[in-house]
């Protein structure tokens, strides 16, 4: 199964992780990587909210999600190359006076990934992790149940967050449609 790169640009805010969260869940369903779907939503999740909480909210930010050899490697990129994420030891994010959640986030990464880094570029910073599928090869076949529904379900979110964000999911179906009839033709 061909696995093709995504990304989506949005701007940060806490109430994108969700919409985020699950279009990941439905993206790894359809590429039958089901057993990766939490911790990869759980990485989402930590990397967007430190743009969040770190750069701030309404801050340009692109997730790339794509294969790399039997990883899945996800990444967020942001406009601020001076605010670095720093994985905290357990005794600097440990709960006081009340902040419980505070500084844990890269912590979480560090224990689901693979192996997660950030690299500095002249147009901010890309915070990447990668976790290893249960994959042969990169287009090998993962065991899941993938078919239909999941994709029409994966659209469906798709038109939604178009609407909500103010593009028109009929232009967007249309240009969907060129492009995969251009693709067809090319194979």
Not at 52 to 65: F, S, Y
Not at 83 to 110: F, K, N
Request: glycine share 6%; proline share 5%; hydrophobic share 45%.
């Amino acid at each position: 199964m061909q696995r093709k790169p995504w990304e989506l640009a949005f701007l940060a805010a806490p109430e994108e992780v969700a919409a985020l969260r699950r279009l990941l869940r439905l993206h790894l369903g359809v590429w039958g990587l089901h057993e990766l779907v939490d911790a990869a939503q759980l990485c989402v999740t930590e990397l967007v909210t430190n743009v969040v909480t770190h750069v701030g909210v309404g801050t340009p930010t692109r997730l790339a999600v794509a294969m790399r050899d039997t990883y899945l490697r996800i990444e967020v990129q942001d406009p601020d190359a001076k605010a670095l994420p720093t994985l905290l030891s357990g005794t600097q994010w440990m709960p006081q006076l009340g902040e419980a959640e505070s500084g844990r986030g890269l912590a979480l990464v560090d224990a689901v990934a693979d192996r997660w880094g950030v690299q500095p570029r002249a147009d901010g910073k890309v915070t990447w992790c990668e976790l290893r599928a249960n994959l042969s090869s990169p287009y090998g076949a993962a065991v899941a149940i993938a078919g239909r529904m999941p994709a029409i379900e994966m659209i469906a979110d798709i038109l939604h967050w178009l609407y909500a964000h103010g593009h028109d999911p009929d232009d967007a179906l249309n240009c969907a449609q060129t492009r995969f009839e251009t693709e067809i033709k090319v194979a």
